[in-house]
Structures are given as structure tokens and as C-alpha cells.
């Protein structure tokens, strides 16, 4: 069984301050992790996703995320928000053997002018 | 590039009525895939199909749900009789299948907002 736990359901922050949204993870084999965000009244959008190679991925809009196998996390990194930015994101796991994708429980980043 | 479509985009129901809702993957895309969202919380997986296949409805309640994907293109869900309890977002989305399944990237639609009175 896969899950994730995403700390912080809401996360207020400055506009130009940085931003960093954390997601932990358990699996018990190898995974992808994918970072979405959703802003309202709208799907789910790819912000970036770790495969294999480097820990660390950049994504659109800026964001980032660095993969920790050892603490298994996959925390959202941005160095300057935008007004913009405020939406729900949510981290997520899938296995290799593709069953399912398991989501966490969101994080509403609101960024304040 | 057309993305994932749904429709509608919202549905108020008495409660014991039926409800379908219908979605058009990406063109090319074999992989389909009907999540729900209840508020505040992440999407949790319905059912998956592999073309006109159901290859995982594990979650999917089959008292009263109901999906089909005929001729591997679009598909319906379907809820009948709805409880109260149903009210949430149901989300489509799809994938090409051209990576290994864990690693695809899904695509999601605007979802359907469905509240059942």
C-alpha cells in the first residue's frame, strides 16, 4: 500500500517571498511522485514529476521539487510567488506497477499581496 | 491540442435520482481514468480502463455506480440510485500509455460538481 501525507492544509505567504509546500510519502517499492495543482473551479494540472535520475526536478512556473528518498519526501519549492500562484496543489505517488495514483490531501497556498 | 472534456460541469440532483456524466479523453489517449473528489481532499480513484477494458474498479461502490467505455473512447459514469453522500467532484482524465503505466502522466478535466439535495 502506498500513501502520502501532505503536512500543512494551508500555507500563507507574501507575494516575492518564498514558498515551500512539503509531501512525505511510504511505499513499500519504487515510485513516481508528481506534484498537481488546481486552481478553482478547474482539473488538475502537472506542476512537475520525478521518474528516476536527478533529485532534483523543475517544473512550470517556476517550482521545483527535490526528491529524498531517505526521509521520503518530495517537497514544492518556489523562490519568489506570484498572486498568481494561489491555488490547491496536491502531491502524489504512483507505483511501477501503475495501479494507482494516490494523492494527498492538498495544500492551499495562499499568497497575499 | 483538445484536453480531457466533461460534461456537465454542474448537476443538482434530488436525492434517489440517477446521474450520468460523461467524459472524451485526449485524442490517442488508451488509458482512462474516473476519480472523485470529496471537498477539501485529494481525488481518490474510481476506475481505470485500458481501452474498452476495466482493468481496476476496486474502488468503485458497485451497488450503485456503474461505468462503460465503449469502443475505447469516451466513457459515462454513472450513479443511480444518489445519496446524499455522493456529492463531490468527479474528475475524468487520461493517459497515452507511452511510459510505464506509474510514471504516465495523467491529464485531468474540469470535473463534474455534482450535489445531491
Known amino acids: 500500500a502506498q500513501s502520502v501525507t501532505q503536512l500543512d492544509s494551508q500555507v500563507p505567504v507574501f507575494e516575492e517571498a518564498p514558498v515551500e509546500l512539503r509531501c512525505n510519502y511510504s511505499?513499500?517499492?519504487?515510485?513516481?511522485l508528481f506534484w498537481y495543482v488546481q486552481y478553482p473551479n478547474q482539473g488538475l494540472q502537472l506542476l512537475l514529476k520525478?521518474?528516476?535520475?536527478?533529485?532534483l526536478v523543475k517544473g512550470i512556473n517556476g517550482f521545483e521539487a527535490e526528491f529524498n528518498k531517505s526521509q521520503t519526501s518530495f517537497h514544492l519549492r518556489k523562490p519568489s510567488v506570484h498572486i498568481s500562484d494561489t491555488a490547491e496543489y496536491f502531491c502524489?505517488?504512483?507505483?511501477?506497477?501503475?495501479?494507482?495514483?494516490?494523492f494527498g490531501g492538498g495544500t492551499r497556498l495562499m499568497v497575499k499581496p | 491540442e483538445a484536453g480531457v472534456v466533461q460534461s456537465p460541469r454542474y448537476k443538482i440532483i434530488e436525492k434517489k435520482q440517477p446521474v450520468a456524466f460523461w467524459c472524451n479523453p485526449i485524442?490517442?489517449?488508451?488509458?482512462l481514468y474516473w476519480y472523485r473528489q470529496n471537498l477539501g481532499q485529494g481525488p481518490e480513484l474510481l476506475i481505470r480502463?485500458?481501452?474498452?477494458?476495466?482493468?481496476?474498479d476496486s474502488q468503485l461502490p458497485k451497488d450503485r455506480f456503474s461505468a462503460e467505455r465503449l469502443k475505447g473512447v469516451d466513457s459515462t459514469l454513472k450513479i443511480q440510485p444518489a445519496e446524499l453522500g455522493d456529492s463531490a467532484v468527479y474528475l475524468c482524465?487520461?493517459?497515452?500509455?507511452?511510459?510505464?503505466?506509474?510514471?504516465?502522466?495523467?491529464?485531468f478535466g474540469p470535473g463534474t460538481r455534482l450535489t445531491v439535495l
Open positions: 480502463y485500458e481501452n474498452e477494458e476495466a482493468v481496476d
Open positions: 511505499s513499500s517499492v519504487s515510485v513516481y
Open positions: 485524442s490517442g489517449h488508451n488509458t
Open positions: 502524489a505517488v504512483n507505483n511501477n506497477a501503475g495501479n494507482m495514483l494516490t
Open positions: 520525478y521518474l528516476s535520475g536527478s533529485t
Open positions: 482524465a487520461s493517459s497515452s500509455g507511452t511510459l510505464s503505466l506509474g510514471g504516465d502522466t495523467q491529464y
